[in-house]
């Protein structure tokens, strides 16, 4: 018999930040109440001091299990991984909506999510405010409206489990060995992420110095997105129309001044850096980070990535890569010196060099390796396969007979029309890449015109989505 539960907390830890199971351990984090449904009995709640519910022998179903699970591992005697089963997996599956909300709409629910519990969660689950760390009490009158509302989630959850179904047994067995990979996480070099991000924070420093000295005070941080376009504007127009990474990087005739704030923004800006307040806010105090993997996170069934992203971590500068160090190389090195040292080595400055350095922060356990690897472009293969599209297969089949390094050094070829190798076209192939990510057959052309990017079918003028 299934029962499906749910959750209602609070705490000073901020979820999102932190990843479940970070939250779940947090010392301030604290059940308000749990709603549930057994079989065809009308919806429990269980409040703290109430004896623990008996689960036995039940699969134990809820939307987003990871959350539901970490909770009920911290405060309940844990159960085992195979008694549990997700609702949200089975709606990512089929290509529905991870949010309960949004699922519930596009199935035309009876029983939608209520947005009740908004306010609540805003007045009683956070911290009062930055500067008042604390939570406040819940009255009894809004103890029983995070109750109702409880209850009305589990009813969603209910019949959206009764109209999703269940998984099949072989994606059920890759939803679970996706839960111990993310149950066991990996370890993350905190003692480097901290020095990293002292140093990052004094680059930010220096570099809204040189902004505001720059721009006569006009523009003091590299955030500051608004008055770097304006400033910019009024000095060579029509330059950029905002500060997106392709933007700064495609205006490359910017010199004097103009261009000095350019690359200021650049440096100041880099998304990478972000990742280093995500691995500090996102492990135990085992130091390692769990909870990365969203199951079906893409519609072809892959993986996404969760705060952390270790799928999609900074690629490392093939300049930076050449001098062949990493993190291991600024051991005992104070902050300070880090960076002194990483300005002497490294033209483009500390902050490139630690982008450069970010996948080194995941490391192994004593006495383990981390090993690579990676199938040769699965989605494509598949998706071609499942098509009939016999172009891309027999593309695929060229890569594999030896004809060119990859597909996308083939899809980077017929852009522009001489052949691209993997060693010495590095910036063709990744543009062969994004073509081929999109969808695009080795026969495309990118042209330019007005210095927008046009992409168009160079054989016969048909569809671009034809035969895809």
């Not at 109209?163 to 994606?171: M, Y």
């Amino acid at each position: 018999m299934a029962i499906v539960i749910d959750f209602e907390t609070r705490s000073l830890c901020d979820l999102k930040e932190a990843g479940a199971h970070v939250y779940a351990a947090h010392p301030s984090t604290e059940i308000i109440c749990m709603g549930y449904k057994i079989g065809d009995a009308p919806v429990g709640m269980w409040r703290p001091g109430d004896a623990p519910i008996d689960v036995t022998g039940h699969t134990v179903w809820a939307w987003g299990v990871v959350f539901e699970r970490a909770i009920w591992e911290r405060f309940f005697t844990p159960l085992p991984l195979e008694q549990w089963a997700d609702i949200m997996a089975v709606a990512a599956y089929k290509a529905m909506p991870l949010g309960l909300d949004e699922c519930a709409a596009v199935l035309g629910l009876t029983n939608q999510k209520s947005k009740a519990g908004a306010a609540l969660i805003r007045k009683y689950c956070k911290p009062i405010s930055k500067k008042n760390q604390t939570l406040r009490p819940i009255p009894e009158e809004d103890q029983k409206a995070f109750e109702d509302y409880c209850s009305q989630d589990v009813g969603t959850e209910v019949e959206a489990l009764m109209t999703l179904g269940n998984l099949s047994a072989g994606e059920r067995k890759w939803w679970l060995l996706e839960q111990l990979i993310n149950n066991r996480g990996i370890t993350v070099d905190i003692p480097t992420v901290d020095t990293f991000i002292a140093v990052a924070e004094a680059e930010a420093v220096r570099v809204g110095e040189e902004l505001s000295a720059l721009t006569d005070g006009a523009i003091t941080t590299a955030g500051q997105t608004s008055r770097i376009v304006q400033w910019v504007e009024e000095r060579e127009p029509g330059l950029i129309a905002d500060c997106q990474k392709g933007t700064i990087a495609n205006a490359t005739a910017a010199t004097g001044e103009v261009g000095k704030l350019l690359a200021l923004r650049a440096e100041g800006s880099k998304a990478s850096i972000k990742k280093l307040y995500a691995m500090r806010a996102g492990v135990n105090a085992d130091n390692r980070a769990r909870g990365l993997m969203q199951y079906h996170g893409a519609t072809t069934g892959r993986e996404a990535g969760r705060r952390i992203q270790p799928q999609n971590l900074f690629r490392p500068a093939e300049d930076w890569l050449e001098l062949g160090l990493g993190p291991d190389s600024l051991e005992g090195l104070t902050a300070e010196e880090t960076s002194d040292f990483l300005r002497a080595i490294y033209d483009p400055g500390p902050t490139a060099a630690i982008a450069s350095m970010m996948r080194n922060l995941l490391i192994a356990a004593p006495g383990k390796h981390l090993v690579a690897g990676d199938f040769s472009a699965v989605e494509g293969r598949v998706v071609a396969a499942l098509a009939g599209e016999e172009r891309k297969l027999e593309a695929f089949r060229a890569v594999d007979r030896g004809e060119a390094d990859d597909i996308y050094c083939m899809t980077a070829s017929g852009i522009y029309g001489y052949p691209v190798r993997k060693k010495t076209h590095k910036l063709e192939r990744q543009v062969g890449k994004i073509a081929e990510l999109a969808c695009l057959g080795p026969e495309t052309q990118v042209l330019t015109r007005d210095g927008y990017l046009d992409i168009v079918d160079v054989t016969d003028q048909h569809e671009l989505w034809d035969g895809i």
